[in-house]
């Protein structure tokens, strides 16, 4: 076996079981973690295309296919947590532009508090 043929499979082992362990994200994450996961899926893109760029090169089927495959995944789960990303920004703001809100007969009001330098808003239940 050849340094190429051996560097080749250990790239595409990694990168394949990378990707098989890449967790999935849930809706109710933080942004921060998001934002993260979200730059997880777009470096293993990256990862996955220069391993399909490495089988072109070594003219070898197989790294090109996972390679390419690897990457299309990968860009996909991309767009997707950017856009569920967005929609979660937007629904935050919803949330804490309103002063009050009433959920199950009682009603919660809208504060606001400085920690570090930084504002943050919370509800408290008023009744």
């Not at 995944?73 to 569920?84: F, H, I, L, M």
């Amino acid at each position: 076996m050849t340094l190429k043929v051996l560097i080749s499979s250990v790239l595409a082992v990694s990168m394949v079981g990378g990707l098989i362990a890449a967790p999935t994200v849930a809706s109710a994450q933080s942004s921060s973690h998001q934002q993260k996961n979200k730059n997880n899926w777009r470096n293993a893109a990256y990862a996955s295309a220069g391993l399909g760029a490495l089988g072109v090169l070594n003219k070898n089927s197989t790294l090109t296919l996972i390679g390419v495959g690897g990457a299309l995944y990968s860009a996909n789960r991309y767009e997707q947590d950017r856009k569920s990303q967005s929609r979660t920004d937007r629904a935050r703001a919803q949330m804490f532009s309103r002063r009050s809100f009433t959920r199950n007969g009682h009603t919660y009001r809208r504060y606001t508090t400085t920690k570090h330098g930084s504002k943050y808003y919370y509800f408290k239940k008023v009744s």
